[in-house]
């Protein structure tokens, strides 16, 4: 089945150390998408990239890294420098120009101890 | 000023009632617009679009008010179902309300 997969689900770190996100899709889409939600909050957009090799910041980059080396993977880096990282975390992928659905992965929950 | 507005809630409503909720947006020149329904720590799924016209899918009404820039969602005879928490997204992925929360009542 196509579709989106995000690992870990569940992840706890230590302060201090950095943390990559796993985000695959098989939808051969090219636009993928990372964004945070915290408790009561909406979605707030992280980083875009709308094809390979090239990607944008979004609203609260700040903190963050990713890399876009093949169409169907799109990681997300959570470095030490991000203050509040604790939330969760969503990738998304569309296909750019058509209906503009997003299609979200099951999220990723990280735990900073 | 947020570039997407919504109500947080929450909306307690029993069932079989009818519920609307509004978004409001900020940037006049959006082109395109979504209801997504969030359950409870699970990923937003896509509800429907938003056409200028209007659309409608069955109990769910969505409507577009360019003047006054603002989306509706109408849900009539709602079911226990129902109960999420109704997204509102703008300008095609970029811009989220902080989402509505409805709960259905038996």
């Known amino acids: 089945d196509g579709g989106i997969t995000q690992s870990p689900k569940y992840l706890f770190r230590k302060e201090g150390q950095n943390v990559t996100l796993s985000c695959e899709q098989n939808?051969?889409?090219?636009?993928m998408y990372w964004y945070r939600q915290d408790p009561g909050q909406g979605l707030r957009l992280i980083y875009y990239?709308?094809?390979?090799?090239?990607?944008q910041k979004g609203d609260i980059a700040e903190g963050y890294s990713v890399s876009r080396e093949k169409k169907e993977s799109f990681p997300l880096t959570v470095t030490s420098a991000q203050k509040n990282p604790t939330a969760f975390y969503l990738c998304?992928?569309?296909?750019?120009?058509?209906?503009?659905?997003?299609?979200f992965g099951e999220g990723s929950r990280l735990t900073v101890l | 000023r947020k570039e997407v507005e919504q109500d947080p809630g929450p909306f307690n409503v029993p069932e079989g009632a009818t519920v609307a909720f509004n978004c409001t947006y900020s940037?006049?020149?959006?082109?395109?617009f979504f209801w997504y329904r969030q359950d409870c720590r699970k990923e937003p799924k896509l509800l429907m679009s938003?056409?200028?016209s209007g659309n409608e899918d069955g109990r769910f009404t969505a409507q577009l008010n360019r003047a006054s820039q603002y989306i509706s969602l109408l849900i009539r005879d709602s079911k226990l179902s129902d109960s999420a928490t109704y997204l509102c997204v703008v300008d095609n992925q970029f811009y989220f309300g902080t989402g509505t929360s409805l709960t259905v009542i038996p």
């Open positions: 939808l051969n889409h090219d636009a």
């Open positions: 998304a992928s569309s296909n750019e120009g058509v209906t503009g659905e997003l299609f």
């Open positions: 938003v056409y200028s």
């Open positions: 940037n006049s020149a959006s082109q395109s």
């Open positions: 990239s709308q094809i390979v090799n090239d990607f």
